[in-house]
């Protein structure tokens, strides 16, 4: 029985594909910051577990404990919305502490176990905003496009050991936490782009587009683990979709 080790389980994308994978037969080791048990049908198959992706001994005694896995999905991340001008220097590390060197943390982690048995598969979740650049969002694009950018380099240099390496990219996804979250960290935001991003909160309030939903990012993580023939950057959601489809 297969074994799938998912980052950033607390809520959202994580959260759908813990369960998702789990209702498929699938052995799942939810990992979160602060585990709550009590939001995923723990049993023999399932296992909650405390896990601080910008922490390397957090993450190696998550690695030893879990014990032998199939594939590693790094979905944790931390959203932030604001101009660059009033990106705190601290902040923009600390965003990409999570998105980037965590994601890469992970993989250092886990890849001698694949590499060692021939097999494996590493899942990278970032956004479609790396296809189309939006205003308040570089700092965040930038954290997940550098993840696009090194996954591709890996998944070449993992080929000779039957290790694959994928990227999903969800699209807009406003039954997720990460407007609240990013929006949440907009102290500090300059008053001289205060237009700016009224014009840009409205134009998404007025979208009437398909937006991306958790079971949309779910199903796209799945395909990427079981199909080997599914491509390299796998958009989820409709308005992804339709995002790749013009890209």
Known sequence: MNTILITGCSSGFGLETARYFHE???????????????????????????LDVTDSESIAQVVKVAGPIDVLVNNAGIGWLNALEGSPIETIRDIFETNTFGTMTMMQAVLPQFRERKAGVIVNVTSTVTW???????????????????????AIELRPFNVRVNVVLPGRAPETRFADNAMGRMNGFPEV??????????GWEKDTSELTK???????????????????????GADAVALGNSS
């Not at 782009?193 to 409205?202: G, I, K, P, R, V």
């Open 214 to 236: 958790s079971i949309d990012v779910a199903e796209a993580i799945w395909r990427a683990v079981t199909d080997p023939t599914t491509p390299f950057f796998e958009p989820a």
């Open 193 to 202: 782009y205060q237009e700016l991003a009224q014009s840009t909160m409205e």
């Open 24 to 50: 498929h037969g699938w052995n799942v080791i939810a990992t979160m910051r602060t585990p709550r048990e009590d939001i995923l049908p723990t049993d023999d198959r399932l296992r909650v577990l405390p």
């Open 132 to 154: 189309m650049s939006l205003p308040l969002l570089s700092v965040y694009t930038a954290s997940k496009a550098a993840v696009n950018a090194f996954s591709e380099s890996v």
